[in-house]
């Protein structure tokens, strides 16, 4: 017993650091506040988000549970089918612009010329600047009436000029020139074009870091084997910055997916919900109409397609990194 | 244990006394001052107080600068101090909505249309303040739109008015009588676009002029969203009829740019001398007057034109609000009151010279109707008034409707040609997933 008694029992503290000592206890501690933060900031938000989705939530009430209530009259919805296609047609097709761009640029910048730095801080300049300060300003140049762009048009016609041995008419009467958010294909266009703008400097720079990373003698050894420009892109340039690329395009796809700014600033969906996108419909229907569980079923429906657009770069950078 | 349970409610009393106190003697003195308020002035407060006033940038700056002077005069003769913020009418219903889920925000909120039916369960009970300061005299339109299952949920306080401004100079030139009907007003905006200065609408998303032009275009062929029981019958051949018209009129009379314009693009545009004629309230009336004085004389104003199924316009109040979770109610309700208050109110008609409307009979004698013969007009605008969801009740769901444009979208997709039958068939089904 007096043995016993004798022992030290070890302090608060000793228990502390031994059990801190034990990595697998260390690497949780450690990871406790990240998993704090995901949970208060990601998780929560997100399982309030299905449950919302779930109910008739209206802005003021607590919403009762219906099931996929909400679903079922999205799909039965034009305007929703409507905006889930503008989406993905709105997605892929600037993702697509950006990438052929912004590769293109990337190579024009990675060679060496005067300027070369100040050249490539400058491109950055659509990607700093606020989106929707930009957008403002490409709302004015869209404007139907005051477009700078119709304008020019306006002040070219006027010239009585010959283009293609056609004289253009000097007066267009009311006619000021192209809609460009008036006409339903046009305003697509023209959203996607200011989305492009934005994002080109993005992809630009991220391709010409992953450009910088290849080692300079593969193209001696290309230039020496009597490769062209074209092949030595193909050939050495795109399988090194694929992995980059790869990452680049994914990530884009997920911001452009959930783009919400452009169109609520250039067109609000109009016209005629042409340019209505998920983001700006799950925006309209919530925060809009006060339907808060319509407006959280919206927004959820892109999650099962960003998602797989997420396991599928999960996917390709554990097999590049198994290879 | 008992001494501890006796302890309990003593402390406690003693920790929400104090509370109760500052509570209890404001509101004596809310009651004390509201007493004085009657009298025309502000109850005075004892201690720093602040609310937080919420409302639209208007399209005519001197009201937004009468606003900014009452709430300082309020501030004076109470110490409350008042924040005016003032956005985006396209942006106060997201704050709103975003205000009311967080339980954080403006005191007060300028509520538009039928608001007060959207945002019911985050806005006080406006009972005694609406028969205090409305009475019975309201219009029963207005009333309609705050009081919701009973309840009034704001005090509506005036109305935007709207009426067709026209270059009065070029209809003298072109030969062209003002038009009483929607077939007169195609042939005279024919004239027009013929001498390049066409009729100018949207018809894109934006809240107001979009739906202004487009809901009575609807009405006054026989169409409408829902009967009187509420039941969607948009699919009707007057339905058919008005889209027909709508694709004539604005192939032959409009410019085709409106598809994309906002609420400012046609003002711009009648400023700028690019179109003849435009559905408006009295702001670019109001703006020619005070910076381009020649234009101004040369304009004049007509009410919407008259169909098969009559004449009509859009009319929802503005109607300020005390949100639930506002700590500052008593203040709120006295500040409501002062802008109400006989002289405030009758300042802020004569700054908005013809804008806006009172919501009693009183306010259609004031003199601001007879100083300028050019704004008359725009006070018979209550005797056209239809508000969304018309012939049914004012609700929830028609302010949904008109959020998602359907009806706006009805008009856009008829001038771009698509079928009128297909197009009410579309309509018919997304009315019906809001309403049902």
Same mark, same amino acid.
């Given at each position: 017993m007096q043995t016993q008694q004798t022992a030290p029992e070890p302090s608060l503290r000793e228990r502390l650091v031994t059990a801190l000592e034990n990595q697998r206890v260390l690497g949780y501690v450690l990871m406790a506040p990240a998993l704090l933060l995901i949970l208060i900031f990601i998780a929560y938000p997100f399982v309030l988000g299905v449950w919302m989705s779930l109910t008739d939530k209206i802005v003021g009430t607590s919403g009762t549970f219906i099931g996929l209530g909400n679903y079922d009259k999205l799909f039965a919805s034009d305007i929703f089918l409507t905006a889930a296609w503008n989406t993905v047609f709105f997605t892929t097709i600037a993702t697509i612009f950006k990438a052929v761009l912004g590769m293109w640029l990337a190579v024009l910048l990675n060679r060496k010329f005067r300027f070369a730095n100040i050249t490539r801080a400058t491109v950055l300049l659509p990607f700093i600047v606020p989106t929707v300060l930009s957008t403002l300003a490409w709302l004015w140049m869209f404007d139907a009436t005051f477009s700078v762009f119709n304008w020019t048009l306006r002040w070219l016609w006027q010239m009585e000029i010959g283009i293609f041995g056609l004289v253009l008419k000097e007066n267009w009467g009311f006619f000021r020139g192209p809609l460009w958010l008036g006409d339903p294909s046009l305003a697509m266009a023209s959203v996607i074009l200011v989305n492009v703008w934005r994002g080109l400097p993005f992809f630009a720079i991220s391709f010409l870091a992953g450009l910088q990373t290849i080692p300079p003698d593969l193209y001696d050894a290309a230039d020496i084997d009597g490769a062209s420009g074209w092949k030595k892109f193909w050939h050495v340039t795109l399988p090194l910055i694929k992995p980059v690329a790869i990452v680049v395009i994914v990530f884009s796809i997920v911001v452009t997916f959930a783009d919400f700014q452009l169109v609520y600033i250039l067109t609000r969906g109009g016209p005629n919900n042409e340019t209505h996108l998920l983001a700006t419909l799950a925006y309209q229907l919530g925060m809009g109409s006060g339907n808060i569980g319509q407006g959280a079923a919206v927004a959820l429906f892109m999650l099962p397609i960003l998602a797989f657009v997420i396991i599928f770069q999960l996917w390709y950078l554990r097999r590049e990194g198994v290879r | 244990m008992k001494k501890t349970e006796q302890h309990q409610p003593a402390q406690k009393r003693s920790s929400v006394t104090r509370r109760d106190f500052v509570k209890k003697t404001t509101a004596v003195g809310a009651v004390v001052a509201a007493g004085a308020f009657l009298g025309g002035k502000p109850p005075a407060y004892a201690q720093s107080r602040k609310l937080h006033y919420l409302q639209w940038s208007s399209f005519i700056p001197d009201a937004d600068t009468e606003i900014r002077r009452q709430a300082e005069e309020f501030t004076k003769a109470t110490g409350v101090e008042v924040t005016v913020e003032m956005i985006n009418q396209n942006d106060m219903t997201p704050r709103i909505t975003a205000a009311i889920e967080s339980g954080k925000g403006a005191d007060v909120m300028l509520l538009i249309n039928n608001q007060p039916h959207l945002f019911a369960n985050g806005l006080d009970d406006h009972g005694s303040l609406m028969g205090e300061l409305a009475g019975g005299d309201i219009y029963d339109w207005a009333n309609g739109a705050v009081v919701v299952d009973g309840v009034a949920r704001a005090v509506p306080l005036f109305n935007i008015g709207n009426a067709i401004v026209y270059r009065k100079d070029v209809f003298d030139e072109l030969g062209l009588a003002a038009p009483n009907t929607w077939d007169e007003y195609l042939a005279v905006g024919t004239a027009l676009k013929n001498a390049n200065l066409p009729v100018g609408q949207t018809l894109g998303h934006t809240f107001g002029d979009a739906p202004s032009f487009a809901y009575p275009l609807l009405w006054s062929f &026989? &169409?409408?969203?829902?009967?009187e029981s509420g039941k969607v019958v948009v699919d009707s051949p007057e339905t058919h009829q008005a889209l027909a018209f709508c694709k004539e009129f604005w192939e032959a009379a409009c410019d085709p740019g409106g598809l994309a314009w906002d609420d400012t693009s046609n003002n711009r545009a009648f400023l700028g001398q690019t179109i003849g004629a435009t559905l408006n309230g009295a702001s670019i009336y109001f703006v020619a007057r005070r910076k381009f004085p020649d234009l101004a004389d040369k304009l004049a104003h007509v009410n919407n034109p008259e169909g098969p199924g009559g004449r009509y316009h859009v009319i929802g109040p503005r109607s300020p609000a005390i949100m639930s979770y506002s700590e500052e109610k008593d203040a709120a309700a006295d500040f409501i009151r002062f802008m109400f208050q006989d002289d405030n109110f009758s300042q802020f008609i004569s700054v908005n010279s013809g804008y806006v409307q009172g919501l009693t009979p009183k306010w259609e004698s004031h003199p601001v109707w007879s100083s300028d013969p050019a704004l008359g007009i725009f006070s018979t605008n209550a005797k056209y008034g239809r508000s969304y969801g018309h012939a049914g009740p004012w609700n929830r769901a028609s302010g949904e409707a008109a959020e998602k444009y359907i009806v706006v979208d009805m008009f856009a997709r008829a001038v771009q040609g698509e079928d009128p039958k297909a197009i009410a068939a579309w309509a018919q089904k997304e009315l019906e997933n809001v309403y049902n």
């Open positions: - | &026989g &169409g409408m969203e829902v009967d």
